[in-house]
């Protein structure tokens, strides 16, 4: 899907929004108070307000200042409430201590938005906070919405509204750009009004108290006029509202983030060896990943990724840049610039090489880049690209131009115009020189084609461009189904009574054989592991297992085995058990003390010919949560740190991407002539083990280090192997509600339950997830004309209603912002699977609302499904703190009706042959 192809509307699935706003009254106040309002020369009080009235936004300002009858020759008011007119956006510059009672008299007032520019908040410490505090508890009671404190306000350039101490007003434009540093804002600012840069929206968020990132992309992605979201960071704050409202809103607006502080400090010890790899700022970028945000590094980036991306027509399907240059020198530095950021040059074909040759001198280089030789006129260019732009191995063309004596910049932009626009390729130019090519570059800015001075910028910006589509592509992507597992089966049952069990004892370290039992459950494939206390025991479990034998330590306090000297390889006979079991002991005893040997386990001594160590772990991020890590394993893990991580819950797409993330992936696909391993088992492995992370808080550290993945052949039954895993719990008094919870919601297994239609036939009453599109197909070509006017209020072609773009929204769902219900049924005799209807509850951010949509397939209506999802609707409704529901339903629909009246929904006629149906919910 290309940016300038809209997802196909869908009035009963996309979430509705309401007309209600919450933050409409920052952006767009028709009243506005300026709270210390001055005309003290040089003050922020007096900037403040000569900003309001000095731009017109369509607004009245009220200066705010008790001692004060006028300010700037207006009159002033003692105090928000005094104001005669009701007030929608306040804006205040006070003091610290005197914000708390100011922001009370604005509740009591009906003020709905509020910007602090004051600091001396918690950048100051102890006395800053139980301001916030007092703020917060305040804002808690009330519908207020409050952007900063500390911060540099607020301007929305399209209306005119500048609420800001800034000395320049933005220009308007199309990009949106929120920061956390004022000082990044002013130097924006100057920056814009130079380059000729504009803004839909000019935010400085300062410490976000209250409004956060979540909050302002969701509402920027509702702006008509925000085509691109720009952003510098400093703290992502809340995790998991970012998150949801950054994956939201990038499926439509690019949204490009640099964020500051990227230089890890060292790595705090950790017990785990996925604790040492996983760093916060890996984590940050898994997080940008898997939600379709973009990462840059400096300023310029920022807005030149921006820019192109508002540019294109489309997006590239990969690394592949095919350059076309007039000289060999930019091209061979354009190549450098490309690699070394992650980009690749296209191979040509040998048609391409050909179809080339008949257009081009004998010298032309007869590869990429393609080099059309110094006396290169428009119409070698516009033939080189037209054949370049066919060749199916290029995923993008950056086209080069140097003025030399043949060269005509102007003539060749004009044609290479009407080349480049027709063609479903990205196109960059650079057009390098001074003042003789500027009327060129002129010209394909005009086209949409964007145009650099130097061509190695060009060849960053193409590498930022496809990650970018890359990122939104695991967005798209229908993952295979990796497992029936039902979260209330008996292995997560099993896996939470050895936990108890343990901690229990008052231990936080599970033993390995305990470690594996827990992987077991989960259907993870461990090795044989048997527990011996003693030399003739463990010589027992050698003879069951089979010659060779390894043994390992057993202990419930030593973390690393090898760093003690726990482990003993290749043993193949009794004597050299026995000789391993005493040396273990010994060793033990020495490093580390008699009492934290337990015995030994014994397992089978496995042939790693042709096998590759890998490395399955999981520790916590304190902003994101359980954190999952994938790479090269072994012993030297810590060393070759190949590794990638990324957030649970995986689908088998999304453990794809982690795997591709990694240097060993190009060896797991087969080198040297080894097998491939079978990496959709792998796939499956890394989604169960993001379920056991998900579904088991307490859960701490987890490593899975070396898992074994061989290439299936005869000899072996097993392609992964777990041959050693370590847990680390939270201690048993820890209060899991306090530990940083996952970023990413996982599947809401509490509202699955099984039900019997009228009919007695059962079913399963599930949230839907992702790998339900092909059932939701197959649901679609089960409904009459009438079922689907009834629902859409008009009809739509079963190619818009299964279009997958269309079924990423609904099968793809975010969990904190919609859930979906799906009626399952499982046929007795085929084992397959088909979906009978589905009711959808959809949350109106930042409000206590929500509506809800449903329908159910022709041949399975009037058996008591629509009642029954409506119901379980109003549960999960209570549940989330959902205050109501609302839908709009055809006058006609009789049926629909009758079911929200059977609920206790209650109806009344809008108009337009519409009903609203709205149902007041009990939350406890």
Same mark, same amino acid.
């Given at each position: 899907?290309?940016?300038?192809?809209?997802?196909?509307?869908?009035?009963?699935?996309?979430?509705?929004?309401?007309?209600?706003?919450?933050?409409?009254?920052?952006?767009?106040?028709?009243?506005?108070?300026?709270? #210390?309002?001055?005309?003290?020369?040089?003050?922020?009080?007096?900037?403040?307000?000569?900003?309001?009235?000095?731009?017109?936004? %369509?607004?009245?300002?009220?200066?705010?200042?008790?001692?004060?009858?006028?300010?700037?020759?207006?009159?002033?008011?003692?105090?928000?409430?005094?104001?005669?007119?009701?007030?929608?956006?306040?804006?205040?510059?006070?003091?610290?201590? +005197?914000?708390?009672?100011?922001?009370?008299?604005?509740?009591?007032?009906?003020?709905?938005?509020?910007?602090?520019?004051?600091?001396?908040?918690?950048?100051?410490?102890?006395?800053?906070?139980?301001?916030?505090?007092?703020?917060?508890?305040?804002?808690?009671?009330?519908?207020?919405?409050?952007?900063?404190?500390?911060?540099?306000?607020?301007?929305?350039?399209? +209306? %005119?509204?500048?609420?800001?101490?800034?000395?320049?007003?933005?220009?308007? %434009?199309?990009?949106?750009?929120?920061?956390?540093?004022?000082?990044?804002?002013?130097?924006?600012?100057?920056?814009?009004?130079?380059?000729?840069?504009?803004?839909?929206?000019?935010?400085?968020? *300062?410490?976000?108290?209250?409004?956060?990132?979540?909050?302002?992309?969701?509402?920027?992605?509702?702006?008509?006029?925000?085509?691109?979201?720009?952003?510098?960071?400093?703290?992502?704050?809340?995790?998991?509202?970012?998150?949801?409202?950054?994956?939201?809103?990038?499926?439509?607006?690019?949204?490009?983030?640099?964020?500051?502080?990227?230089?890890?400090?060292?790595?705090?010890? !950790?017990?785990?060896?996925?604790?040492?790899?996983?760093?916060?700022?890996?984590?940050?970028?898994?997080?940008?990943?898997?939600?379709?945000?973009?990462?840059?590094?400096?300023?310029?980036?920022?807005?030149?990724?921006?820019?192109?991306?508002?540019?294109?027509?489309?997006?590239?399907?990969?690394?592949?840049?095919?350059?076309?240059?007039?000289?060999?020198?930019?091209?061979?530095?354009?190549?450098?610039?490309?690699?070394?950021?992650?980009?690749?040059?296209?191979?040509?074909?040998?048609?391409?090489?050909?179809?080339?040759?008949?257009?081009?001198?004998?010298?032309?280089?007869?590869?990429?880049?393609?080099?059309?030789?110094?006396?290169?006129?428009?119409?070698?260019?516009?033939?080189?690209?037209?054949?370049?732009?066919?060749?199916?191995?290029?995923? #993008?063309?950056?086209?080069?131009? /140097?003025?030399?004596?043949?060269?005509?910049?102007?003539?060749?932009?004009?044609?290479?115009?009407?080349?480049?626009?027709?063609?479903?390729?990205?196109?960059?130019?650079?057009?390098?020189?001074?003042?003789?090519?500027?009327?060129?570059?002129?010209?394909?800015?005009?086209?949409?084609?964007?145009?650099?001075?130097?061509?190695?910028?060009?060849? #960053?910006?193409?590498?930022?461009?496809?990650?970018? @589509?890359?990122?939104?592509?695991?967005?798209?992507?229908?993952?295979?189904?990796?497992?029936?597992?039902?979260?209330?089966?008996? #292995?997560?049952?099993?896996?939470?009574?050895?936990?108890?069990?343990?901690?229990?004892?008052?231990?936080?370290?599970?033993?390995?054989?305990?470690?594996?039992?827990?992987?077991?459950?989960?259907?993870?494939?461990?090795?044989?592991?048997?527990?011996?206390?003693?030399?003739?025991?463990?010589?027992?479990?050698?003879?069951?297992?089979?010659?060779?034998?390894?043994?390992?330590?057993?202990?419930? +306090?030593?973390?690393?085995?090898?760093?003690? *000297?726990?482990?003993?390889?290749?043993?193949?006979?009794? !004597?050299?058990?026995?000789?391993?079991?005493?040396?273990?002991?010994?060793?033990?005893?020495?490093?580390?003390?008699?009492?934290?040997?337990?015995?030994?386990?014994?397992?089978?001594?496995?042939?790693?010919?042709?096998?590759?160590?890998?490395?399955?772990?999981?520790?916590?991020?304190?902003?994101?949560?359980?954190?999952?890590?994938?790479?090269?394993?072994?012993?030297?893990?810590?060393?070759?740190?190949?590794?990638?991580?990324?957030?649970?819950?995986?689908?088998?797409?999304?453990?794809?991407?982690?795997?591709?993330?990694?240097?060993?992936?190009?060896?797991?696909?087969?080198?040297?002539?080894?097998?491939?391993?079978?990496?959709?088992?792998?796939?499956?492995?890394?989604?169960?083990?993001?379920?056991?992370?998900?579904?088991?808080?307490?859960?701490?550290?987890?490593?899975?280090?070396?898992?074994?993945? @061989?290439?299936?052949?005869?000899?072996?039954?097993?392609?992964?192997?777990?041959?050693?895993?370590?847990?680390?719990?939270?201690?048993?008094? /820890?209060?899991?509600?306090?530990?940083?919870?996952?970023?990413?919601?996982?599947?809401?297994?509490?509202?699955?339950?099984?039900?019997?239609?009228?009919?007695?036939?059962?079913?399963?009453?599930?949230?839907?997830?992702?790998?339900?599109?092909?059932?939701?197909?197959? =649901?679609?070509?089960?409904?009459?004309?009438?079922?689907?006017?009834?629902?859409?209020?008009?009809?739509?072609?079963?190619?818009?209603? /299964?279009?997958?773009?269309?079924? +990423?929204?609904?099968?793809?769902?975010?969990?904190?912002?919609?859930?979906?219900?799906?009626?399952?049924?499982?046929?007795?005799?085929? *084992?397959?699977?088909?979906?009978?209807?589905?009711?959808?509850?959809?949350?109106?951010?930042?409000?206590?609302? !929500?509506? =809800?949509?449903?329908?159910?397939?022709?041949?399975?209506?009037?058996?008591?499904?629509? /009642?029954?999802?409506?119901?379980?609707?109003?549960?999960?409704?209570?549940?989330?703190?959902?205050?109501?529901?609302?839908?709009?339903?055809?006058?006609?629909?009789?049926?629909?009706?009758?079911?929200?009246?059977?609920?206790?929904?209650?109806? @009344?006629?809008?108009?337009? *042959?519409?009903?609203?149906?709205?149902?007041?919910?009990?939350?406890?």
């Amino acid at each position: 899907m290309t940016k300038s192809q809209p997802l196909i509307p869908d009035p009963a699935y996309d979430i509705l929004r309401s007309e209600h706003q919450p933050l409409k009254a920052i952006f767009k106040p028709k009243t506005v108070a300026v709270v #210390g309002a001055s005309d003290r020369p040089g003050s922020v009080g007096r900037t403040l307000l000569w900003n309001l009235i000095s731009h017109p936004f %369509g607004g009245t300002v009220f200066p705010i200042n008790p001692k004060r009858s006028s300010v700037l020759g207006i009159k002033a008011y003692p105090s928000v409430t005094a104001v005669p007119e009701p007030i929608e956006l306040a804006v205040i510059a006070t003091p610290a201590p +005197t914000v708390p009672g100011i922001i009370r008299e604005c509740i009591e007032a009906g003020v709905k938005g509020a910007i602090v520019i004051s600091a001396g908040f918690k950048e100051i410490g102890e006395p800053g906070i139980a301001l916030e505090q007092d703020i917060l508890d305040q804002l808690r009671q009330s519908q207020l919405r409050l952007i900063g404190p500390n911060c540099l306000g607020v301007m929305s350039p399209r +209306t %005119g509204l500048n609420a800001t101490f800034a000395g320049t007003m933005a220009q308007p %434009g199309n990009v949106a750009f929120i920061s956390q540093s004022g000082a990044i804002c002013t130097a924006v600012l100057d920056w814009s009004i130079r380059e000729n840069v504009g803004f839909s929206a000019f935010i400085s968020i *300062g410490s976000m108290l209250d409004v956060n990132w979540g909050d302002l992309i969701d509402y920027l992605g509702d702006d008509p006029y925000t085509h691109s979201i720009v952003i510098y960071m400093e703290a992502i704050g809340d995790a998991r509202s970012f998150l949801s409202a950054a994956r939201e809103v990038a499926l439509t607006k690019p949204i490009i983030v640099i964020k500051a502080g990227r230089t890890e400090a060292a790595a705090k010890a !950790a017990a785990s060896h996925t604790g040492s790899l996983a760093g916060s700022d890996a984590v940050l970028d898994a997080a940008f990943q898997r939600c379709g945000v973009l990462r840059v590094d400096t300023i310029a980036e920022l807005f030149d990724v921006a820019e192109v991306l508002a540019k294109q027509n489309c997006l590239p399907k990969g690394p592949r840049l095919t350059i076309i240059t007039n000289a060999g020198g930019p091209g061979v530095l354009t190549t450098d610039a490309l690699i070394s950021t992650g980009g690749q040059l296209a191979t040509l074909s040998d048609e391409t090489v050909h179809a080339l040759d008949q257009i081009l001198p004998t010298h032309w280089s007869h590869g990429n880049p393609i080099d059309i030789l110094g006396d290169a006129d428009p119409d070698r260019y516009t033939k080189a690209f037209d054949v370049a732009a066919q060749d199916p191995h290029g995923d #993008g063309l950056l086209v080069i131009l /140097t003025p030399q004596a043949m060269t005509d910049p102007t003539r060749t932009a004009e044609q290479l115009k009407a080349y480049a626009q027709n063609i479903d390729k990205p196109v960059l130019a650079s057009w390098m020189g001074g003042a003789e090519v500027m009327t060129g570059e002129a010209i394909l800015n005009q086209a949409s084609i964007p145009t650099y001075p130097y061509p190695d910028a060009a060849a #960053g910006l193409f590498n930022f461009m496809w990650r970018y @589509s890359y990122n939104l592509k695991a967005l798209y992507e229908t993952p295979m189904l990796a497992t029936d597992w039902n979260s209330e089966g008996a #292995g997560p049952a099993q896996v939470t009574r050895l936990l108890e069990v343990i901690q229990a004892q008052g231990r936080t370290l599970l033993t390995e054989q305990e470690s594996k039992q827990l992987l077991a459950a989960y259907d993870l494939p461990v090795v044989q592991t048997l527990k011996a206390t003693s030399p003739e025991a463990a010589i027992a479990c050698a003879e069951q297992i089979g010659y060779p034998v390894v043994l390992k330590l057993l202990s419930e +306090t030593v973390t690393h085995k090898t760093d003690v *000297g726990g482990v003993r390889l290749n043993l193949n006979n009794a !004597a050299a058990v026995r000789q391993a079991y005493d040396a273990i002991a010994t060793a033990v005893a020495v490093k580390a003390g008699a009492d934290c040997f337990d015995g030994v386990t014994v397992q089978p001594m496995i042939n790693r010919d042709e096998s590759y160590e890998l490395i399955l772990g999981s520790s916590l991020d304190p902003q994101f949560g359980p954190v999952l890590l994938f790479g090269a394993g072994g012993q030297m893990v810590e060393i070759m740190r190949d590794s990638a991580v990324a957030l649970p819950p995986l689908t088998t797409t999304l453990a794809r991407r982690l795997i591709e993330r990694t240097q060993i992936h190009t060896a797991l696909q087969g080198i040297r002539g080894r097998a491939a391993v079978d990496l959709d088992q792998l796939e499956r492995v890394l989604v169960r083990f993001s379920q056991l992370v998900i579904e088991h808080p307490q859960i701490k550290e987890i490593d899975i280090n070396p898992l074994l993945a @061989s290439p299936a052949d005869t000899r072996r039954t097993q392609t992964l192997q777990a041959l050693d895993a370590r847990v680390v719990l939270h201690d048993s008094d /820890t209060d899991l509600n306090q530990i940083p919870k996952p970023a990413i919601r996982p599947y809401p297994s509490q509202y699955v339950a099984e039900w019997t239609l009228e009919d007695n036939r059962r079913v399963n009453i599930r949230p839907i997830c992702p790998e339900d599109e092909p059932l939701v197909v197959q =649901f679609h070509q089960l409904l009459s004309e009438q079922s689907v006017y009834l629902r859409y209020f008009h009809l739509m072609k079963l190619s818009q209603r /299964t279009a997958h773009e269309r079924l +990423t929204r609904i099968c793809f769902t975010d969990y904190d912002r919609v859930i979906a219900l799906v009626v399952d049924h499982k046929d007795p005799e085929t *084992g397959l699977h088909s979906v009978l209807g589905i009711g959808r509850l959809s949350k109106l951010q930042g409000t206590g609302t !929500a509506e =809800f949509a449903m329908l159910v397939a022709d041949p399975f209506q009037r058996l008591g499904i629509g /009642t029954e999802l409506l119901k379980r609707l109003v549960q999960i409704a209570r549940q989330e703190n959902i205050e109501r529901i609302t839908a709009e339903i055809l006058l006609e629909n009789r049926a629909m009706q009758h079911v929200c009246q059977k609920v206790g929904f209650k109806l @009344s006629p809008i108009g337009d *042959g519409l009903v609203k149906a709205e149902f007041q919910v009990d939350c406890p």
